[in-house]
Structures are given as C-alpha cells and as structure tokens.
C-alpha cells in the first residue's frame, strides 16, 4: 500500500469530546475546577486561557467586545504538548486526547473528566443547560511516495469528491449531513472532512481525515438528563465514526488500523 496510518496499530492522531451550554459559564464555576484534587492529580498542568466575544445587535449598533477567561488542566509531554486537556471556558467544555489507545480505554478517562466538568458547571440557583454535545475524531494517514496511489487507501462513495482520485498529491473534500437522530427533538450533524497536505515540519505528504460530529438538543437540556445518556450517546457517535470510516476506507486499510475493534 502507498500509505500507512499515523500510529502502528491506529490512525487516530486525536479525538475531541464537547458539550456546549446554553449561555456563558460563571466564572466563580469555572474555577471551581481548581478545587478538584483528583483531576488536579491526573492534569497537573494549569492554565488559564483568553478569549474575545464579539457581539453583534444590529446593523445601526456598533459590535460589543468582551474578554472571556477560562481554564484548562493539563497533561504535558516532556515537548509540552498536552496529552490530555480539559478545558471549560465560555460556553464550553472540552476534554481532548492526543495518547489514543483504543476507545474503552479512552473513552473511561474523558467520561470521568467531562462529568467532573458537568459537577462544576451544575451549581446555583440558575445553571446551565446542555445544547450540544459533540465528538471529533482526526485520523491521519502518511503516504510513503509523492505519486501516490489513492485508492490503497480510499474507495470511491458519495462522502468523497469524486476527483480527488485524479488531482494529484494535494486536495481537499468535505461535506457535511444530518444523519436520522429518532426524534424531532434532536439534530445529529455531521461533517467529514479530508484534506491531503504536506506537513511543515517535515514535508510528509499525509491524508487527514477529520469526522466531526454533534448532537444538537432542541430545546437545551438538563445536565442531569445529559448525565443518564452521556455513555449511550458518546458510544453511538463512536460507532457511527467506525462505520464512516468504513464507509471511505479501503477494506485492505480498514483491516490494518483494527476498525472491527473497539
């Protein structure tokens, strides 16, 4: 084959998890992570990252800035890349891995991370409500030549732009769909992006593959009712992933990175 996945046995080179609320955290919540002593042993690391929201309320009206300030706990590499983040800030909170093993594994770590956010972010007379729940998945795959032969790795199908098969070492195709969520109450999006480039680092010439999804809740929902779906919701998103990738995947490909495997 003319491309092998990023890692021996995997080709995921990280994966996101997030819920988004349905208004801007309290601050007091937010540093209310710093209290949490078992997440504080895992993500020693501590941060506190800013951000700009600019507000817009009409044609007439001049934009509203804002600064928002969060935090992110950490696991660092000996570079000082994380490992492991958590992040919550705005309207947001984040759980990223970049030390993909397998998804049981991965998945128990973040579930036990975002529900410690969730505690933090449950308090007060008013908290706040979950409007989005969402998991990205970046898959990387190198190719061992310039003149690369694609369909090693990809399969023509209706997720891919049908000319990437003939445009050379760089390209680009994404597309994006809402996918049948059993109820009126609930969008289920997707989007699939690949994008073959080379790295500045080193001048590889890769394929990244890029699935994002969310489940968009309508209305926004209890965190606690998020609580009792979180595990069911996370796994179907996993799944759906897996059939994604099968769906785009050469069967030779598919075979080598175990995506019969959990």
């Not at 007091?28 to 895992?42: F, P, V, Y």
């Not at 800035?65 to 992040?87: K, V």
């Amino acid at each position: 084959m003319d491309f092998q996945p990023i890692n021996s046995d995997h080709a995921v080179q990280s994966a996101a998890f997030t819920i988004a609320f349905d208004g801007l955290i309290p601050l007091s919540a937010i540093q209310g992570l710093r209290g949490r002593k078992e997440l504080i042993a895992d993500l020693p690391a501590v941060q506190s990252p800013e951000g700009l929201e600019i507000n817009v309320a009409g044609p007439a009206l001049p934009p509203v800035q804002r600064r928002i300030s969060g935090i992110q706990l950490s696991h660092l590499r000996p570079d000082g890349t994380p490992a492991w983040a958590l992040r919550l800030m705005a309207q947001e909170l984040a759980v990223e891995c970049t030390r993909y093993t397998r998804w049981n594994r991965v998945w128990e770590t973040a579930g036990k991370y975002m529900r410690a956010g969730l505690e933090v972010v449950n308090v007060g007379d008013k908290p706040r409500k979950v409007a989005m729940l969402g998991q990205a998945v970046v898959d990387v795959f190198v190719a061992n030549r310039d003149n690369y032969d694609l369909r090693t790795l990809l399969k023509e199908n209706d997720l891919i732009a049908g000319n990437v098969f003939s445009s050379g070492p760089a390209w680009h195709s994404h597309i994006g769909w809402f996918a049948d969520a059993g109820t009126a109450s609930l969008a289920w999006l997707n989007q699939l992006n690949l994008d073959a480039l080379r790295t500045p680092n080193d001048g590889r010439t890769i394929v990244q593959v890029t699935h994002n999804q969310e489940l968009r809740f309508s209305p926004p929902v209890e965190i606690a009712t998020l609580g009792d779906i979180l595990d069911d919701k996370m796994n179907s998103l996993h799944t759906n992933n897996k059939l994604v990738l099968d769906r785009i995947l050469s069967e030779r490909m598919a075979t080598k990175i175990g995506l019969n495997l959990t």
